[in-house]
T-cell receptor
């Protein structure tokens, strides 16, 4: 079945450690996105990529990094510079034209202790 | 500032009652418009979308939405709510000329038996 897979579903890390969240899609979509979700704030865009080896910052990119070495994969690294990393992270993908919907993974809940 | 506004943070309705969730946007050109639904701890599922044409669009699970250009609105409606509709609902737009999805803060729907 085609879709987007995020792993792991739950992740615990100690403060000061970098952590990488995985996102893989087999929908042959060019565009991929990372969102952060906090209660009452909706989804805020962290990074997005429209083509391999290229990506753009979203609204809250500070403290995060991404790579897009393969069309299918768009991993997100939460670095120690991110001041409040505990959140629910959602990955999405879509075709390149704006008139198509985005498909979402099931999310990764990151807790930093 | 450009934004997507969902004025109602929480809404509670009785099962069988009608529902309307509000969404307004403040982008100059008519954007592409979407409604997504999210169950707790899950990813987002597309309910419906508007790109052009008929301003009343039908979606899954008995939902519909109406685009009103003069009001910059895209309100979601359902004539009779079921207990399984309890979830969080997000309005989203792809602004004209862009290829990124911008979300409202969400409306959490509770359904009383």
């Amino acid at each position: 079945d085609g879709g987007i897979t995020q792993s792991p579903k739950y992740l615990f890390r100690k403060e000061g450690q970098n952590v990488t969240l995985s996102c893989e899609q087999n929908l042959n979509h060019d565009a991929m996105y990372w969102y952060r979700q906090d209660p009452g704030q909706g989804l805020r865009l962290i990074y997005y990529s429209q083509i391999v080896n290229d990506f753009q910052k979203g609204d809250i990119a500070e403290g995060y990094s991404v790579s897009r070495e393969k069309k299918e994969s768009f991993p997100l690294t939460v670095t120690s510079a991110q001041k409040n990393p505990t959140a629910f992270y959602l990955c999405a993908s879509s075709r390149i034209n704006g008139d198509t919907e985005a498909f979402f993974g099931q999310g990764t809940r990151l807790t930093v202790v | 500032a450009q934004s997507v506004t969902q004025p109602d943070i929480h809404i509670t309705v009785s099962e069988g009652a009608s529902l309307e969730l509000r969404c307004n946007y403040s982008y100059g050109a008519t954007p592409y418009l979407f409604w997504y639904v999210q169950s707790p701890g899950q990813g987002l599922q597309l309910l419906l979308k508007y790109f052009s044409g008929d301003t009343l669009v039908q979606g899954i699970k008995g939902f519909e939405a109406e685009f009103k250009r003069s009001q910059s609105s895209f309100n979601l409606r359902k004539p009779s709510v079921h207990w399984s509709d309890a979830a969080e609902y997000f309005c989203a737009v792809v602004p004209g000329g862009y290829n990124k999805l911008i979300f409202g803060a969400g409306t959490r729907l509770a359904v009383h038996p």
